[in-house]
């Protein structure tokens, strides 16, 4: 028998790309059915990068998205992390007990520091553990890009109960999918997907048109060695090997098969196209219709906040004696 495990993840209110997907929502959606998940759409984690117009449209709209994907409100709670202050007064608390060397080691502040330099920047793995130590998950569904993320909280974890000498908090664990848990830029095979880099054309959304895609995957990049027979023969062509997982992930195939079956880039382009228009399409055609229906998404978020809310007071109301008595 599976035991039932608490699950946490979130994703920043944005345009989902296909990095997203196979990297956090597909698994999302297989572990809903076993276990007790709480999604966040952190739109306070945002803020610390401008992407879009409206926050609380952006927030709908990926809302809409993550029920598009499969994720059922009748099994998980889909919830917006301003909903719930008690983020934001455990991220205050957390901070007290945060070492600043911990802060100063973290990838993603080193690397965007010079672009969006902010307190906001510094304290984000803080927000992050206050996300994953409120709900007491075990398990947190990542893309590889998050592991550092996650390796903080547990550190942080385990340091505030040391001070508090019991198992305040759950120590959480990092869970991350088999296949494609970094999809990588369609215009560099060595850089992963992202909502933020510059070039469109380097990922594909959850919502773009036939046309985008067809337009998107002609152009990406690829090389000009010979056509690889094994997968030994990919070691070194990044952009290939991309290409090439997505298809064999899409098709449900091992890669030794796709490479037997596609035999030409020109193949491998119009089978990508396609598959990606047949996984894509039914997933679109939901999320346009949820778009319209604008009620049902309002109150699945309307109940998924008043449940957060309700698991995170009980659970902030056991730890802050800790800190405040
Ligand atoms: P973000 O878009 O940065 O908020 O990421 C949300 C989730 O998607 C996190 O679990 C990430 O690890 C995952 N993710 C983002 N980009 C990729 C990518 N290129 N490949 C795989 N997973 C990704
Ligand atoms: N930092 C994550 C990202 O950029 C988003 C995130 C915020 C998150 N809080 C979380 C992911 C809690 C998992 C659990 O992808």
């Known amino acids: 028998m599976t035991v039932t495990k608490r699950i946490l993840s979130g994703i920043q209110p944005s345009p989902l790309h296909i990095g997203n997907y196979f990297?956090?929502?597909?698994?999302?959606?297989?572990?809903?059915k076993e276990n007790e998940c709480f999604f966040c759409i952190v739109d306070l984690h945002s803020l610390t990068a401008n992407y879009h117009t409206s926050l609380a449209q952006?927030?709908?709209?990926?809302?809409?998205?993550y029920l598009a994907c499969g994720i059922d409100p009748k099994q998980s709670t889909l919830f917006i992390q301003s909903s719930v202050p008690y983020h934001t007064q455990l991220l205050w608390l957390l901070a007290t007990k945060t070492p600043l060397g911990w802060l100063n080691r973290m990838t993603q502040f080193k690397d965007n520091k010079a672009k969006d330099?902010?307190?906001?920047?510094?304290?984000?793995?803080v927000l992050m553990a206050a996300d994953i130590?409120?709900?007491?998950?075990?398990?947190?569904?990542?893309?590889?890009?998050?592991?550092q993320h996650i390796e903080?909280?547990?550190?942080?974890?385990?340091r505030v109960n040391g001070l508090a000498e019991k198992d305040l908090f759950v120590i959480p664990e990092p869970m991350m999918g088999k296949s494609n848990t970094r999809v990588m830029s369609l215009k560099d095979g060595t850089a992963k997907m992202s909502k933020s880099d510059p070039s469109e054309l380097s990922r594909?959304?959850?919502t773009d048109t036939r046309d985008a895609i067809v337009r998107k995957i002609k152009g990406a990049k690829t090389d000009s060695e010979p056509w690889p027979n094994t997968p030994s023969d990919l070691v070194g062509r990044p952009e290939m090997t991309n290409l090439l997982s997505l298809l064999s992930v899409l098709k449900?195939?091992?890669?030794?098969?796709?490479?037997?079956t596609v035999q030409s880039c020109k193949n491998?382009?119009?089978?990508?196209?396609?598959?990606?228009?047949?996984?894509?399409?039914?997933?679109?055609?939901?999320?346009?219709?949820l778009i319209r229906d604008r009620s049902f998404v309002l109150d699945v978020l309307n109940q998924g906040n008043t449940y957060a809310q309700e698991v995170a007071y009980g659970t902030f109301d056991r730890i802050q004696h800790f800190f405040m008595d």
């Open 58 to 65: 952006a927030s709908f709209e990926t809302a809409a998205m």
């Open 117 to 125: 330099e902010s307190l906001g920047l510094y304290t984000y793995p």
């Open 152 to 158: 903080f909280t547990r550190d942080l974890a385990l």
């Open 23 to 32: 990297g956090a929502i597909h698994q999302w959606v297989s572990l809903q």
């Open 252 to 260: 449900n195939q091992s890669m030794t098969e796709i490479l037997q």
């Open 133 to 147: 130590l409120l709900y007491d998950a075990h398990l947190v569904p990542v893309g590889e890009d998050q592991k």
């Open 204 to 206: 594909l959304l959850m």
């Open 268 to 289: 491998l382009k119009e089978m990508l196209m396609e598959e990606m228009f047949l996984f894509l399409n039914p997933i679109q055609a939901k999320y346009h219709d």
